[in-house]
């Protein structure tokens, strides 16, 4: 793998992330719980969800009031198997771990366990909640539905969040299957990373008022904001290559994350009040932990996952090219490489992290790249 970028060590970045946090009003085990979801991101390659959003998704929104730093966490409506989660707004990766947890929690006494979180915000990346489950030799099912984003087939407005439907699946290899993936084709996060970084976004991902592709990733960040554009469902523009079913499924995640817990969906995600002024996103969530023992056991269940990936990874290869891959393998190969090295940081991120810390005064830090 070649990477130009410099990089931060892993210590280093949690240190100063949860420090960051903390400058903020986080509570200091809160910090920790949030920097480790968003470094996850960055351990597995996925820079979308990473340190590329610390200031602008995080930071930037406890300054402007509409994300609370201390988590009111609150259990609304409990059974055995299942519960109802208020958040208050907080900090949506503290909210995300500990409604995880309770699912995990019920489903080592009775099999099965499921929690519905209501009132939360922007949880990072969904496949951290699933790997909860995994780690426990259970299957890990989370969904969460998101400001307006996604236009229906045949539409043109931005209606349904990006709404990722996320499997964590224990194996005997040594990783997990992971399937972690929003239900449009680009979520806005990759966009926000075109970007940064001068990049276009490439044909099909977006659709214009027009129903014509636009790749301009800066012009697509405003547009989206404003309603002249929309990120288009699994399937791209059209029925020709099934976008409907990519829409289908961004629809059964936005009734999951707000039907099971009565709360807010589409354009009551927009994050802005009738003036336009911005308020809080209050996002719902849903987490389902299935605890492989109280079937055939873990080990069965792990063994005959493992050989259905081998076999699907050793079976015949399109011309040219050299292998075929299971979800979840790309991602601890970017691990392997990257845990020595630390997390790469483009010159925007670098630029945040040196003003955030010369802002708050946290001169215990010097980076690399400096």
Same mark, same amino acid.
């Given at each position: 793998? @070649?990477?130009?970028?410099?990089?931060?060590?892993?210590?280093?970045?949690?240190?100063?992330?949860?420090?960051?946090?903390?400058?903020?009003?986080?509570? @200091?085990?809160?910090?920790?719980?949030? #920097? /480790?979801?968003?470094?996850?991101?960055?351990?597995?390659?996925?820079?979308?969800?990473?340190?590329?959003?610390?200031?602008?998704?995080?930071?930037?929104?406890?300054?402007?009031?509409?994300?609370?730093?201390?988590?009111?966490?609150?259990?609304? $409506?409990?059974?055995?198997?299942?519960?109802?989660?208020?958040?208050?707004?907080?900090?949506?990766?503290?909210? &995300?771990?500990?409604?995880?947890?309770?699912?995990? /929690?019920?489903?080592?006494?009775?099999?099965? &366990?499921?929690?519905?979180?209501?009132?939360?915000?922007?949880?990072?990346?969904?496949?951290?909640?699933?790997?909860?489950?995994?780690?426990?030799?259970?299957?890990?099912?989370?969904?969460?539905?998101?400001?307006?984003?996604?236009?229906?087939?045949?539409?043109?407005?931005?209606?349904?969040?990006?709404?990722?439907?996320?499997?964590?699946?224990?194996?005997?290899?040594?990783?997990?299957?992971?399937?972690?993936?929003?239900?449009?084709?680009?979520?806005? &996060?990759?966009?926000?990373?075109?970007?940064?970084?001068?990049?276009?976004?490439?044909?099909?991902?977006?659709?214009?008022?027009?129903?014509? #592709?636009?790749?301009?990733?800066?012009?697509?960040?405003?547009?989206?904001?404003?309603?002249?554009?929309?990120?288009?469902?699994?399937?791209?523009?059209?029925?020709?290559?099934?976008?409907?079913?990519?829409?289908?499924?961004?629809?059964?995640?936005?009734?999951?994350?707000?039907?099971?817990?009565?709360?807010?969906?589409?354009?009551?995600?927009?994050?802005?009040?009738?003036?336009?002024?911005?308020?809080?996103?209050?996002?719902?969530?849903?987490?389902?932990?299935?605890?492989?023992?109280?079937?055939?056991?873990?080990?069965?269940?792990?063994?005959?996952?493992?050989?259905?990936?081998?076999?699907?990874?050793?079976?015949?290869?399109?011309?040219?090219?050299?292998?075929?891959?299971?979800?979840?393998?790309?991602?601890?190969?970017?691990?392997?490489?990257?845990? /020595?090295?630390?997390?790469?940081?483009?010159?925007?991120?670098?630029?945040?992290?040196? $003003?955030?810390?010369?802002?708050?005064?946290?001169?215990?830090?010097?980076?690399?790249?400096?």
């Amino acid at each position: 793998m @070649k990477e130009t970028r410099p990089f931060i060590g892993w210590e280093l970045a949690e240190d100063f992330m949860t420090a960051v946090f903390e400058k903020y009003g986080v509570p @200091k085990e809160d910090a920790k719980i949030c #920097a /480790d979801v968003l470094l996850e991101s960055d351990r597995r390659g996925i820079e979308s969800h990473g340190c590329n959003r610390f200031k602008p998704i995080y930071i930037d929104r406890i300054k402007e009031g509409i994300l609370n730093p201390k988590t009111e966490y609150e259990i609304i $409506k409990e059974t055995p198997t299942t519960a109802v989660v208020d958040g208050h707004n907080g900090m949506g990766m503290v909210i &995300g771990t500990r409604a995880m947890q309770l699912a995990i /929690d019920k489903a080592k006494q009775y099999g099965m &366990g499921m929690a519905a979180v209501r009132n939360s915000t922007h949880y990072g990346i969904a496949g951290y909640y699933a790997t909860m489950c995994t780690k426990n030799n259970m299957v890990g099912i989370t969904g969460t539905n998101a400001r307006p984003s996604i236009a229906p087939t045949f539409g043109v407005e931005n209606m349904l969040g990006t709404n990722p439907i996320t499997f964590g699946l224990p194996t005997d290899e040594p990783f997990p299957f992971v399937l972690d993936c929003a239900t449009s084709i680009s979520q806005r &996060g990759k966009i926000e990373f075109y970007a940064r970084n001068g990049m276009d976004t490439p044909a099909g991902m977006v659709i214009g008022n027009d129903g014509k #592709a636009v790749t301009d990733s800066a012009q697509i960040l405003e547009d989206l904001n404003c309603g002249r554009a929309a990120l288009t469902p699994l399937g791209g523009i059209g029925e020709e290559l099934a976008g409907y079913k990519g829409y289908g499924y961004a629809a059964v995640v936005e009734i999951l994350s707000a039907a099971l817990q009565a709360g807010s969906f589409l354009k009551m995600l927009s994050g802005k009040d009738e003036e336009g002024n911005p308020i809080p996103y209050p996002l719902g969530h849903f987490f389902i932990a299935i605890d492989t023992e109280a079937f055939m056991g873990a080990e069965s269940f792990k063994k005959t996952a493992g050989e259905i990936l081998r076999q699907l990874r050793a079976s015949k290869k399109a011309p040219g090219q050299e292998r075929i891959f299971t979800a979840g393998e790309k991602e601890y190969e970017i691990w392997q490489f990257r845990k /020595d090295k630390g997390v790469p940081v483009g010159e925007a991120v670098q630029k945040e992290f040196i $003003k955030m810390r010369d802002e708050l005064g946290l001169t215990q830090f010097t980076f690399p790249f400096e």
